[in-house]
Nanobody, 122 residues
Framework: QVQLVQSGGGLVQPGGSLRLSCVAS????????IGWFRQAPGKEREGVSC????????YYTESVKGRFTISKDNAKNTLYLQMNNLKLEDTAIYYC???????????????WGQGTQVTVSS
């Protein structure tokens, strides 16, 4: 059974940092693309960053480039998202997800974490 269990998130001031974690079980990370998504109130869920299967190519959506870093620890089967220089517009519920996906479209991902709130506010 595939499970993704998230931790991290919280309230931070603009310019601050947070790290999200996602522990995966029930599959080998090399078999799936794995990534981070977010959904702000009133908006559609969007892809933030992902690591592809096999090649481990990394993708970032334009708005987070240079500020967010995705990484994974295969020994711990854990995915991370380090978020630096957070902005008000980064406020959203963040989800990790895994699937046999070719890109960052949420519809391509079959398995989802429970979500965690990230709030950037002064």
């Amino acid at each position: 059974q595939v499970q993704l269990v998230q931790s991290g998130g919280g309230l931070v001031q603009p310019g601050g940092s947070l790290r999200l974690s996602c522990v995966a079980s029930g599959f080998t990370s090399d078999d799936y693309a794995i990534g981070w998504f977010r959904q702000a109130p009133g908006k559609e869920r969007e892809g933030v960053s992902c690591i592809s299967s096999f090649t481990s190519s990394i993708y970032y959506t334009e708005s987070v480039k240079g500020r967010f870093t995705i990484s994974k620890d295969n020994a711990k089967n854990t995915l991370y998202l380090q978020m630096n220089n957070l902005k008000l517009e980064d406020t959203a519920i963040y989800y990790c997800a895994a699937g046999q996906a070719a890109g960052i479209e949420p519809a391509e991902y079959e398995y989802w974490g429970q979500g965690t709130q990230v709030t950037v506010s002064s």
